[in-house]
T-cell receptor, first 109, second 112 residues
Framework: GIQVEQSPPDLILQEGANSTLRCNFS?????LQWFHQNPWGQLINLFY???GTKQNGRLSATTVATERYSLLYISSSQTTDSGVYFC???????????FGGGTRLMVKP | DTGVSQNPRHKITKRGQNVTFRCDPI?????LYWYRQTLGQGPEFLTY????????KSRLLSDRFSAERPKGSFSTLEIQRTEQGDSAMYLC??????????FGPGTRLTVL
């Protein structure tokens, strides 16, 4: 099956800093989502991004499907950005998400 | 649109007991998925339904697990003869075919 790897596994930032999270995947995929999992376990959709770049406030994402990676940028980080960020890819049939191991982000005040 | 809901949110049970979880998807979504997430890991796919048909099952879904989606609306996931290794967060998601998946808040199972 598809393998999804995320880096770094853990990240500690000072409030206001910028960061880049990376997601590599092993095969061609139908689509890709980035999620933020809050401390209560809820997975919140951030981006649905098969290719190209999207921006939403302080967050942006870029997927280069031909090179099998995606990047999530967080600018001017805030303590509320803390949590786990997951990248997940859809198989070619579009009916199954495979998640990476996540990046655990802690933003300190 | 009230989002995906799951009940109960927490369940504590003794080893060997049966448990059942419920998921109510976003109305009109024809696909419904179950995932399991253990501590420190990403969610892992268990199974999915297109309307009422169960179309895909992971090898993680042992014969103690059964999922149903009668009438293509809500779904239930039952675990029989629970084991301590079943302790996890069970997540449900729904989507239109090929569309963005939305996740529920999960049911956290603890098997003592």
């Amino acid at each position: 099956g598809i393998q999804v790897e995320q880096s770094p596994p853990d990240l500690i930032l000072q409030e206001g800093a910028n960061s880049t999270l990376r997601c590599n995947f092993s095969d061609s995929v139908n689509n890709l989502q980035w999620f933020h999992q809050n401390p209560w376990g809820q997975l919140i959709n951030l981006f649905y991004i098969p290719s190209g770049t999207k921006q939403n406030g302080r967050l942006s994402a870029t997927t280069v499907a031909t090179e099998r990676y995606s990047l999530l940028y967080i600018s001017s980080s805030q303590t509320t950005d803390s949590g786990v960020y997951f990248c997940a890819v859809y198989n070619n049939a579009g009916n199954m998400l495979t998640f990476g191991g996540g990046t655990r982000l802690m933003v300190k005040p | 649109d009230t989002g995906v809901s799951q009940n109960p949110r927490h369940k504590i049970t003794k080893r060997g007991q049966n448990v059942t979880f419920r998921c109510d998807p976003i109305s009109e979504h024809n696909r419904l998925y179950w995932y399991r997430q253990t501590l420190g890991q990403g969610p892992e796919f268990l199974t999915y339904f297109q309307n009422e048909a169960q179309l895909e099952k992971s090898r993680l879904l042992s014969d103690r697990f059964s999922a149903e989606r009668p009438k293509g609306s809500f779904s239930t996931l039952e675990i029989q003869r629970t084991e301590q290794g079943d302790s996890a967060m069970y997540l449900c998601a729904s989507s239109f075919s090929g569309g963005l998946g939305f996740f529920g808040p999960g049911t956290r199972l603890t098997v003592l």
